[in-house]
Structure formats: C-alpha cells, structure tokens
C-alpha cells in the first residue's frame, strides 16, 4: 500500500518512468529472438528502464528503502541526461537551428526525465524533513552530475 502523503509523487516517477521508457523501447526495440538479436547496448537502458518502473517508487515509499529508490531514481536521471546529452553532442542536427535543438536532438528525453530529481527530493523532505544534511541536496546532485560527465567525456575520448 503506497503512502497517501506519496502517492502522488511515487505515481508521477512511475509514470515519467513508464512514458521515457515507452519512447526508448519505441526507438530502440531489444530483440530475444537469437534469430534475429539487437543491439545488446539496448539491453542495459532497457533493464535500467524497468528498474526505474517497477523499484524505485517500490522502493521509495518505505523508510527503510527509500534511501535505495532515491539514489536509483536520481542517478538513472543523471547517467540518462549524461549519455543523451553526449548522443545529441556526437550526431548533431544539420544545420543547426533552434528547431533544430528542439526536434533533432535527445532534448526533449532529457526534460522528459529531468522532473524525476525534484520528485525525489518531494519524497526525501517526506521522510527527513530538514534534509540530510550535505547528502541529496541539489548542490551534491549537480557535482555528480558534473564527476559523471567528466567521465563520460574522458572514457569517450581515451577509449575510441
């Protein structure tokens, strides 16, 4: 039984969840039929995917989980963000125009899945009113956010 205090945001995860996935599956369907086998890149964002549907509002409404479900939640958003940004940055629109930006690139997967973070701080207030000190604020989310990308960017340019 979900929380009435969190049901509304673990419902909105959920379904942010459910729709950035539906579009990914669209895109990128992962094939188990050995006849005929995708791109086994697809699988990793595919079981990402159903992890972020399935446990993390699971796992975020209990106190004793919910720590688990926060991180699940707020580091799918990032390596997401991160590894969208950088398929945008490799393959970008020609010519690039605003319209460009807006329909030729992964922006709008990432604003699909950017309002995931402020949700999960809607829950994290629930259960730690004053917050947790320097632990999941937006500072230590954006420095993550910052670490992760360095090492995308490194790994991208070291490992061709």
Same mark, same amino acid.
């Given at each position: 039984?979900?929380? %009435?205090? !969190?049901?509304?945001?673990? =419902?909105?995860?959920?379904?942010?969840?459910?729709?950035?996935?539906? !579009?990914? #599956?669209?895109?990128?369907? #992962?094939?188990?039929?050995?006849?005929?086998?995708?791109?086994?890149?697809?699988?990793?964002?595919? /079981?990402?995917?159903?992890?972020?549907? /399935?446990?993390?509002?699971? =796992? =975020?409404?209990?106190?004793?989980?919910?720590?688990?479900?926060?991180?699940?939640?707020?580091?799918?958003?990032?390596?997401?963000?991160?590894?969208?940004?950088?398929?945008?940055? #490799?393959?970008?629109?020609?010519?690039?125009?605003?319209?460009?930006?807006?329909?030729?690139?992964?922006?709008?997967?990432?604003?699909?899945?950017?309002? %995931?973070?402020?949700?999960?701080?809607?829950? !994290?207030?629930?259960?730690?009113?004053?917050?947790?000190?320097?632990?999941? @604020?937006?500072?230590?989310? @954006? %420095?993550?956010?910052?670490?992760?990308?360095?090492?995308?960017?490194?790994?991208?340019?070291?490992?061709?």
């Amino acid at each position: 039984m979900i929380r %009435k205090e !969190l049901r509304l945001p673990i =419902l909105a995860i959920f379904l942010l969840s459910l729709g950035g996935w539906l !579009l990914h #599956v669209r895109t990128h369907p #992962v094939s188990f039929d050995p006849a005929n086998p995708s791109n086994p890149a697809f699988l990793l964002p595919y /079981v990402a995917g159903l992890l972020g549907i /399935v446990a993390a509002p699971l =796992l =975020l409404n209990y106190r004793r989980t919910f720590v688990v479900g926060y991180l699940l939640n707020g580091m799918s958003v990032v390596i997401g963000a991160i590894t969208m940004a950088s398929l945008s940055l #490799v393959h970008p629109p020609s010519p690039v125009t605003p319209q460009g930006i807006l329909f030729g690139t992964m922006l709008s997967s990432i604003l699909l899945l950017l309002p %995931k973070l402020p949700l999960g701080q809607i829950i !994290l207030y629930h259960y730690h009113p004053n917050g947790m000190g320097r632990l999941f @604020t937006p500072f230590w989310w @954006t %420095k993550h956010f910052i670490y992760l990308s360095v090492i995308f960017t490194l790994g991208h340019f070291l490992w061709r």
